[in-house]
Nanobody
Framework: QVQLVESGGGLVQAGGSLRLSCAAS????????MGWFRQGPGKEREFVAV????????YYADSVQGRFTISRDNAKNTVYLQMNSLKPEDTADYYC????????????????????WGQGTQVTVSS
């Protein structure tokens, strides 16, 4: 069955960096757009970044543009999120997700477009 396992979260000081990984199994990873979302305390789950199944299209939330980088390694069935210049407001549980449809022609940035989710990894940024 589909499985997404995030790792790499932790506690970091403001201005620091973390690299999140999401290992995928149970589906043809290279055919699916992958997204990162986050959910802070008392907040709704929000879009962070997405990379298309081909890797050719990448989009970021305005709040992380220029600080975060999403990438994928199809040989390793893994998607990454490099997070630099972290801020306290980046504190959240971070989730990776797989698109609902294979090789979709459009890139979806809303959570309703994804139907497979990892368990999340916690990121805490101290001031």
């Amino acid at each position: 069955q589909v499985q997404l396992v995030e790792s790499g979260g932790g506690l970091v000081q403001a201005g620091g960096s973390l690299r999140l990984s999401c290992a995928a199994s149970g589906f043809t990873f290279s055919s699916y757009t992958m997204g990162w979302f986050r959910q802070g305390p008392g907040k709704e789950r929000e879009f962070v970044a997405v990379i298309s199944w081909s890797g050719g299209r990448i989009y970021y939330a305005d709040s992380v543009q220029g600080r975060f980088t999403i990438s994928r390694d199809n040989a390793k069935n893994t998607v990454y999120l490099q997070m630099n210049s972290l801020k306290p407001e980046d504190t959240a549980d971070y989730y990776c997700a797989a698109d609902r449809f294979a090789k979709r022609s459009v890139v979806i940035t809303v959570k309703e477009g994804y139907d497979s989710w990892g368990q999340g990894t916690q990121v805490t940024v101290s001031s």
